[in-house]
């Protein structure tokens, strides 16, 4: 288990895929791999949903689905382009900062049909439903921050052995994860106010998208900054390893998303049997 937890934790930092989400390009066509879409899926499964409530529910995913599928070209260049600057071991601002503002527009109208998704499932649910959804998720997400104030970042001294690291390599990938973690401490209370915003927004009786537009504007140039931010980051700690490192990182990487996806399935499995009882 805590192999798991090490590789998880590992590709969270590294990945191209955990880079992508970070700079905002919204996937509702893979939230399956998405650790806030399995909590929401966990809490729909205590809400006693009546066969209709079920059917709507599908049906609204069914239909995001199929219009973010729109977009899958545009966010697979993107996310190749990322790639290629992250493996040229030359950092390019100019050229990153461009293809954030690129896919800017293709991230907003994929952020905006997640965040009516979201609004159209919250509003099939009944006044009790809804109340006992807003507790699961609160409990849900207070255990999920005190998993976090343990530590999210990886052990320095796992990561070394796992990759062999050298001692300058270990004082490099320390530094950066204690600026990753300083970063994340002061953005902390920020990502609060702007996910009570938008809860606000999305679980209103009719969602406003004028009200979300405005959100998403005021916000915009602060996430660009912080995306381009945290693509530097990234950078910079793979330039850290040399090829082979890299390499058994990539098998760790896909490792622990196949080990990922294997539990992920296994409770949906049990979930399912739990249902039928």
């Given at each position: 288990?805590?192999?798991?937890?090490v590789k998880?934790?590992?590709v969270g930092?590294l990945s191209?895929?955990?880079?992508a989400?970070s700079?905002?390009?919204?996937?509702?066509?893979?939230?399956?791999?998405?650790?806030?879409?399995?909590m929401?899926?966990?809490?729909?499964s205590?809400?006693a949903?009546?066969?209709?409530?079920?059917?709507?529910?599908?049906?609204?995913?069914?239909e995001?689905k199929?219009?973010?599928s729109?977009?899958?070209?545009e966010q697979q260049?993107?996310r190749?382009?990322?790639?290629?600057?992250?493996n040229?071991?030359?950092w390019d601002?100019?050229?990153?900062?461009?293809?954030?503002?690129?896919?800017a527009e293709?991230?907003?109208?994929?952020?905006l049909?997640?965040?009516?998704t979201?609004s159209?499932?919250?509003n099939?649910?009944?006044?009790e439903?809804?109340?006992?959804?807003?507790?699961k998720?609160?409990?849900?997400q207070?255990?999920?921050?005190?998993r976090?104030?343990?530590?999210?970042?990886p052990?320095i001294e796992?990561?070394?052995?796992?990759l062999a690291?050298?001692e300058a390599?270990?004082?490099q990938l320390?530094?950066?994860?204690?600026?990753?973690?300083?970063?994340?401490?002061a953005?902390?209370a920020r990502k609060?106010?702007?996910r009570?915003t938008l809860?606000?927004?999305i679980?209103?009786v009719?969602?406003?998208e004028?009200?979300?537009?405005?959100?998403?504007?005021?916000?915009h140039q602060d996430?660009t900054?912080?995306?381009?931010a945290?693509t530097?980051?990234?950078?910079?700690m793979?330039?850290?390893?040399?090829e082979e490192?890299?390499?058994k990182f990539k098998?760790m990487?896909?490792?622990g998303?196949?080990?990922?996806n294997?539990q992920g399935?296994n409770?949906?499995k049990t979930?399912?049997?739990?249902q039928s009882?």
């Open positions: 288990m805590k192999k798991l937890f998880a934790t590992i930092i191209t895929s955990a880079l989400a700079i905002a390009v919204a996937q509702p066509l893979h939230e399956r791999d998405n650790k806030q879409y399995e929401r899926k966990s809490v729909m205590e809400l949903l009546t066969s209709q409530q079920k059917a709507d529910i599908k049906q609204i995913r069914s995001a199929q219009d973010a729109i977009y899958r070209t260049e993107f190749k382009a990322i790639k290629v600057i992250l040229s071991g030359q601002e100019a050229q990153v900062r461009s293809l954030i503002e690129e896919n293709s991230a907003k109208q994929l952020k049909l997640k965040a009516k979201k159209r499932v919250f099939v649910l009944n006044a439903q809804k109340a006992l959804m807003a507790s998720q609160a409990e849900k207070s255990k999920g921050k005190k976090r104030a343990k530590g999210r970042l052990n796992r990561l070394s052995k796992r690291l050298n390599q270990q004082a320390a530094s950066l994860l204690d600026t990753a973690k300083a970063e994340r401490e953005n902390k609060e106010e702007d009570a809860k606000g927004i679980q209103a009719e969602f406003d004028e009200a979300w537009l405005a959100f998403y504007s005021e916000n996430h900054e912080r995306a381009l945290k530097k980051m990234r950078f910079d793979l330039s850290v390893l040399n490192q890299k390499e098998k990487m896909r490792k998303k196949k080990a990922k294997k399935r409770k949906a979930q399912k049997l739990d009882v």
